[in-house]
């Protein structure tokens, strides 16, 4: 449960999309093989961070520190602080932060403390990038890390224009996994998708988790989003003459949120702030209606769900066979052209009829002529 500063605390709501996704994450990551990768996405506000702290109480419980210093689980944040760019290396800096390196993190001081050493504040702005991920490499397999939690790992995306591509930082995390032997776990929006499709290696050995929102079309996600419903109009003790008009706006609600759970309970506290100002024990249908967002903010909701729903959507047998097929015609297609070559030429000629000669020789006015011998 989340400390807040509103009236009415909203603890855990185990509705039925966060319980799909969690137990399905907590099923990859405890059944991984070490060195795996795994992606965690949804919308913004589908659950994400809910789902890591409670994988985090789960795998801390199962795998508990053995001896003084282990970290079995860390969490990191990839924020942009390189003018607003992702850098590498300030993830690294970070890890090495996270994993409290008493020599080499930037709050050294407070480490090396409760041992009488005093020592001047540090900084890893001269430190090679490569010395800090050998750090960082050295600390995962010291402090037995067994999990890394990498939260807003679609800031990959933001990188400047220096001729590296934004999968080559998702490749160093692949590569890190793999050298330490830790379990990763990227926490992001459906923007990371455009790098993670990127090679068939991201395919095969690195499974994804999909915290869904709930869809307008299924009649299972339309019971679950009012049962969802129910629960936030008890959380919020709205009053019984109050409820029903709610349910019965339920449809507007769904589209206007997204069926996502974070939008929804965002839309749920907006409510209950204009009736607290207004001076109303509970929110009722009208304060739901003034609290719902602009249109230009449902349209774009809408344009990043279909986008990153399009591509998180699973084949069937028939449609991976016409692609293969696709693939492959494309390809030869390809390499026909690199070697100059349309395709097979048909011949003119009547059926039965020599083919005709080709002449030989260097075409006339060639100025490579064989030389006269004399």
């Keep these: 449960m989340k400390t807040s500063n509103k009236r009415h605390v909203v603890p855990v709501i185990a509705h039925p999309a966060f319980t799909e996704a969690l137990e399905l994450a907590y099923t990859h990551v405890s059944r991984a093989d070490a060195g795996t990768l795994m992606l965690l996405v949804g919308m913004s506000g589908a659950g994400k961070n809910t789902v890591a702290e409670e994988l985090e109480r789960r795998l801390s419980t199962r795998h508990p520190a053995l001896r003084e210093g282990d970290k079995p689980l860390v969490k990191l944040l990839a924020v942009n602080t390189n003018n607003s760019f992702y850098s590498s290396k300030d993830s690294m800096s970070r890890l090495v932060d996270a994993l409290e390196d008493p020599f080499r993190s930037t709050d050294r001081g407070q480490l090396l403390a409760p041992f009488g050493v005093k020592t001047h504040v540090t900084s890893h702005r001269a430190v090679p990038e ?11 397999v010291a402090r037995n890390t067994r999990y890394l939690l990498v939260d807003e790992a679609d800031m990959m995306c933001v990188i400047k224009r220096s001729g590296r591509d934004a999968a080559d930082h998702l490749e160093n995390w ?4 793999l050298e330490t032997g830790v379990v990763i776990v990227l926490l992001a929006t459906y923007r990371i998708l455009t790098i993670w499709d990127r090679t ?7 499974p994804t988790v999909h915290v869904r929102r709930y869809a307008r079309d299924t009649e299972d996600d ?4 009012v049962g969802v419903l129910n629960q936030l109009c008890e959380i919020f003790r709205i009053e019984a003459d109050s409820i029903q008009p709610i349910l019965a ?5 769904l589209a206007a949120s997204g069926g ?3 939008q929804l309970l965002a839309l749920f506290q ?4 204009i009736a607290e100002a207004a001076g109303r024990a509970s929110l009722n249908v009208d304060d739901l209606r003034a609290s719902l967002p602009r249109k230009h903010q ?3 909701l809408w344009a990043e769900i279909v986008d990153g729903e399009a591509r998180l959507q699973s084949s069937d047998f028939e449609s991976v066979c016409n692609a293969a097929k696709l693939a492959s015609t494309l390809a030869r297609g390809r390499r026909s052209s690199a070697t100059g070559r349309l395709g097979p030429v048909r011949s003119t000629a009547a059926p039965g009829a020599a083919a005709p000669r080709r002449k030989r020789g260097r075409p006339k006015g060639s100025k490579n002529r064989r030389p006269v011998k004399r």
């Design 270 to 273: 907006r409510a209950d702030d």
């Design 200 to 206: 068939s290696q991201f395919t095969r050995k690195m």
């Design 260 to 262: 996502i759970f974070g």
């Design 130 to 140: 490569s010395t800090l991920r050998r750090t960082a490499t050295r600390l995962l």
């Design 298 to 300: 449902v349209d774009k």
């Design 222 to 225: 339309i019971r679950d989003f």
């Design 174 to 177: 692949r590569l890190l996994a």
């Design 249 to 253: 706006q339920a449809a507007a609600i």
